[in-house]
């Protein structure tokens, strides 16, 4: 199996690099994973609703660019489904019964994801209402991967 992750920005901040190397480690004996960053494109101040529109289409352009057909496809979204941690390393399960054997999450910039990429998902999926910054958001998401596949092997790190 293949986890990718398709995010919108680079990270910069050390302690978050480190934690997400941590949790990309231990799940190498569960799966390969790829990290990729986008640049995001530079939002001007005050920008109008059409400029961040052109904004969430180009960076929608390179998000879709990087998925293709085969993949299981599961955007981050605030609109998006809750799931506990349980509910959520069942249906990461449930996509491989199905053929899926890549799954790829996408994370959006400080605007948020086109209704382009919206509409490519096979799951939109929400961690919550709160509003997360998107590079805090990585963390979070690649340690609940990880809790998943823990779950799937019975073991106690879940709890």
Same mark, same amino acid.
Request: charged share 30%; with cysteine; hydrophobic share 40%.
């Given at each position: 199996? *293949? ?10 901040? *050390? ?30 101040? *005050? ?28 955007? /981050? ?40 990429? *919206?509409?490519?998902?096979? /799951? ?36």
């Amino acid at each position: 199996m *293949k986890i990718k992750l398709v995010t919108v920005g680079k990270l910069k901040e *050390k302690y978050l690099k480190d934690g997400i190397a941590e949790y990309m480690k231990r799940l190498n004996r569960f799966c390969k994973v790829e990290m990729i960053e986008l640049a995001d494109e530079k939002t001007p101040d *005050k920008a109008s609703d059409l400029e961040n529109q052109q904004i969430l289409e180009k960076e929608g352009n390179k998000i879709l660019a990087k998925i293709n057909e085969r993949e299981f496809v599961i955007v /981050l979204a605030i609109e998006g489904k809750q799931f506990p941690s349980e509910k959520f390393s069942q249906l990461m399960m449930d996509a491989t019964v199905r053929g899926f054997s890549d799954i790829t999450f996408v994370i959006g910039g400080s605007l948020g994801l086109s209704p382009t990429v *919206k509409k490519r998902a096979n /799951l939109l999926m929400s961690f919550g209402k709160l509003t997360l910054p998107h590079q805090l958001m990585r963390l979070v998401l690649i340690e609940q991967i990880y809790r998943a596949f823990m779950i799937q092997q019975g073991s106690p790190y879940h709890k």
